[in-house]
């Protein structure tokens, strides 16, 4: 147990972990570009937040979250997902105050107690974007245009984005009274989950991963056939928008997403690399939440990528990453009398921003030399009695295999003239 991490976490090593530092970094360039700020919102929340926010009725509300009662009698829940809690800190913070829209946008885990299987976890890790204040189509296809454009830098190839509109409170009864007049005479046949949605929220069968279920939604009306004109209208501008901007769309009358909050415009990006757990992001506007929240009626939308699945497709697309190499240099000593000149030396480096290591174990020359090309060092600096009396010290050039002798105050000055900048760095 104590060397064991717990179900469907995962530790992110050195050598693997830079994937994941490329990928946050490329996501916050486009999001400079784009005009969104950072939003860091606390890991727990009141349990009520999504519990109103996601909806009662979704798989992630009444089977996934991890809540608990802390010291104080209140009941906290480790984050799921992101928006609920964006909509919280708007409200929180008055934001509406910011001229509008507000862009915001977050990185970091979420948290559900899910079955565990390949792209699928329990603590996983999602980018997201919310904008706030902006009824416009052009923005939800902006944001669409932003998923697809960090895809697209990333590398990922065949994905597929899905499109719908799930319609808005004047078109959903409508769809809940055929939902109801279709599942009506096959209740019986429903599982127990969804014969409880058939009353509470029949849209959700539609979402439910149950075959049987799956089946009898297969012919269910769908949002599409029920949306009011303003929606319709919505809909098609968006679809215009990203015509325009030539990003490719299928739309799917089926899409319903696994989270309450959403109105009008839903998607989903599908991965073909991945297998079943497909969906490396979705989104919505969700035009209803801030008021579920309490606020005033503010409209909404965003999205949330899973970084594992994006890693995953990109491992199984063959897309390599820029990895960090070793240090510049490497400070070697012939005996160790010179421990203290090699720290001396070493911290030196670094203050100048090379990046630099030296042997801890009292390694003999010939192990840490060894132990300098184990880490991928550039050049070692060689400290030796009688080089360190005549102020040089012999450099190895770890590539070409040849060394020669360099005054000490020259150091920094031909490290810096034959390593580049980015490998001075230790990148
Ligand atoms: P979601 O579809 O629940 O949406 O999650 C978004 C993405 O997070 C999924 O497409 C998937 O890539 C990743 N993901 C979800 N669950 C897991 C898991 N158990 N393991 C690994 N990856 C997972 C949301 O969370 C909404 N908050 C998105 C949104 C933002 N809608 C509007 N704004």
């Known amino acids: 147990m104590l060397t064991t991490r717990p179900r469907g976490t995962n530790d992110i090593l050195p050598g693997e972990v830079e994937k994941w530092q490329y990928v946050e970094q490329l996501a916050r360039e486009v999001c400079r570009e784009y005009g969104y700020g950072e939003l860091r919102t606390p890991i727990f929340e009141h349990t009520e ?3 109103r926010g996601v909806g009662e009725t979704t ?43 507000v862009k915001l946008y977050y990185m970091g885990p979420m948290f559900r107690y899910d079955r565990p299987q390949a792209g699928r976890y329990r603590q996983f890790h999602q980018f997201g974007v919310e904008v706030f204040g902006s009824h416009s189509p052009s ?15 990333i590398g990922l190839r065949d994905l597929e984005l899905h499109i719908n509109s799930v319609g808005c409170p004047k078109c959903r009864p409508g ?33 439910c991963k149950n075959e049987s279920c799956q089946e009898l ?9 029920v949306l009011c004109e303003e929606c319709e209208t919505h809909f098609n501008q968006v679809k215009g928008y990203l015509d325009t901007v030539g990003v490719p769309y299928i739309v799917n009358n089926r899409l319903v997403r696994g989270l309450d909050y959403y109105t009008h415009t839903a998607f989903e990006i599908m991965a073909q690399d991945i297998g079943a757990q497909s969906s490396i992001g979705g989104g919505g506007r969700y035009n209803g939440l801030m008021e579920a929240c309490g606020g005033p009626a503010t409209p909404g939308i965003g999205f949330a990528l899973g970084l594992e699945r994006i890693l995953l497709t990109a491992e199984r697309q063959g ?31 670094r ?9 801890y174990l009292a390694r003999s020359l010939k192990a840490q030399m060894k132990y ?56």
């Not at 939604?217 to 056939?225: S, Y």
């Not at 897309?319 to 010179?338: K, N």
């Not at 203050?351 to 042997?359: F, H, L, M, P, T």
């Open 319 to 349: 897309i390599t990453f820029p990895v960090s190499r070793g240090p510049a240099v490497f400070v070697a000593t012939v005996g160790s009398e010179l421990e203290k000149q090699a720290f001396a030396l070493l911290q030196s480096l």
């Open 351 to 359: 203050q100048q921003g090379i990046a630099a290591e030296k042997d």
């Open 49 to 51: 937040l999504f519990s």
């Open 139 to 153: 923005i939800d296809a902006e944001v669409i245009a932003m998923a697809m454009d960090i895809y697209r830098r």
């Open 59 to 101: 798989d992630i509300v009444e089977k996934e979250m991890y809540t608990f009662t802390d010291r104080g009698e209140r009941s906290i829940t480790l984050r799921p997902e992101g928006t609920a809690a964006a909509v919280r800190a708007y409200l929180d913070n008055k934001l509406q105050a910011l001229p509008q829209p």
């Open 372 to 427: 300098a090309g184990k880490l991928g060092a550039r050049w070692v600096v060689i400290l030796g009695e009688e080089e360190l009396a005549r102020g040089v010290a012999m450099v190895r050039d770890m590539q070409a295999g040849e060394q020669q002798e360099v005054g000490l105050a020259e150091l920094v000055n031909y490290i810096r003239n034959t390593t580049n900048n980015n490998q001075c760095r230790g990148l």
């Open 217 to 225: 939604g297969r012919h269910a009306p769908t949002t599409l056939d």
């Open 175 to 207: 769809l809940r009274q055929r939902l109801q007049e279709h599942f009506k005479p096959h209740l019986a046949k429903l599982c127990p989950n969804c014969q409880g949605r058939f009353e509470r929220n029949p849209l959700r069968i539609l979402d």
